[in-house]
């Protein structure tokens, strides 16, 4: 059975930091890519960060240089932290396996609310 909870969301003026976990289930988890999606209101549901078994990691353009993912393979969590936080990044944050789509089991995903 396929389970991700996600939490750690919250109001946090611009330029504010926050870290998103997410405990995923051991099937979904073990030997995949994992990462971080986002659904603002009114758009569609966009791939953020991802971070392979190995830790190799990659970005959303939109993102580098102020959101970092990791991984505890030990702990089947994958962690967004997330600093220099603006308003367009206000969104629910989810964490499925890279790629997911409307066919895969998501959580409830984290609410991240930007603004001051």
């Known amino acids: 059975q396929v389970q991700l909870v996600e939490s750690g969301g919250g109001l946090v003026q611009p330029g504010g930091s926050l870290r998103l976990s997410c405990a995923a289930s051991?099937?979904?988890?073990?030997?995949?890519?994992m990462g971080w999606y986002r659904q603002a209101p009114g758009k569609q549901r966009e791939w953020v960060a991802l971070?392979?078994?190995?830790?190799?990691?990659n970005y959303v353009n939109s993102v580098k240089g102020r959101f970092t993912i990791s991984r505890d393979n030990a702990k089947n969590t994958v962690y967004l932290q997330m600093n220099s936080l603006k308003a367009e990044d206000t969104a629910v944050y989810y964490c499925n396996k890279v790629p997911a789509g409307a066919q895969n089991t998501w959580g409830q995903g984290t609410q991240v609310t930007v603004s001051s």
């Open positions: 051991g099937s979904i988890f073990r030997s995949n890519v």
């Open positions: 971070i392979t078994s190995a830790r190799n990691t």
